[in-house]
């Protein structure tokens, strides 16, 4: 091999700084973009939890244990502070769930997934209502049911979707099933 024929490349330093300047740009806009879609994916992250939890907030308003506070309940029923806190913890984690769903676009390749949803959200405020402010045992035991049955429905779509959602649902159907069995031992008070 001929070793005089081969040439050195030199750059200057003006050309050095052009270069890194041009992938500093670059690297630059990533960023921008990157924090531009943090945001985004923070604000429907926020309106996507808090419109379920204010919800649910405005049904014990509303409620306010009228009929939960009438009747004689066993010493294992929690204070009504502990379900409603419960309550708006459950709304939260199906929030999240939810998000997370939207975020892989769950709701638009399958359209009854945002249907279950509603459904459960809708359910679970009836049941506050009917069995805490208007004392209804045997409607809530339906509704309960039903919403049960709707957070299961949930799970497994949800899992289709995004595998982490339908962990975060799990708090949500055991609360659901331990609101089953308070409300049935309502019914046979």
Known sequence: MDSQDLKQRTTTPAAITSDESDDSKKDNKCDNRRISMAKRGLRSLTIGVSIPVSLTLLAIYLGSGKGYRTETVPF?????????????????????????????????????????????????????????????????????????????????????????????LKPCLAWTAFLTILNLRLVFL
Do not use: I, T
């Not at 379900?83 to 999240?96: K, N, R, T, Y």
């Not at 939810?98 to 405020?125: I, M, T």
């Not at 506050?128 to 045997?138: E, I, K, M, P, T």
């Open 76 to 168: 294992w029923f929690p204070p009504l502070a502990v379900l409603h806190s419960a309550s708006v913890a459950s709304s939260f984690f199906m929030g999240v769930s939810a998000w997370l769903v939207w975020a892989e676009g769950g709701f638009h390749r399958r359209s009854d997934v945002v249907y279950l949803y509603w459904a459960q959200l809708g359910l679970s405020l009836l049941w506050d209502l009917l069995v805490f402010w208007a004392g209804l045992s045997w409607p809530g035991m339906v509704l309960v049911m039903a919403m049960f049955g709707s957070q299961v429905a949930c799970y497994k779509a949800f899992k289709e979707v995004n595998p982490l959602s339908s962990q975060v």
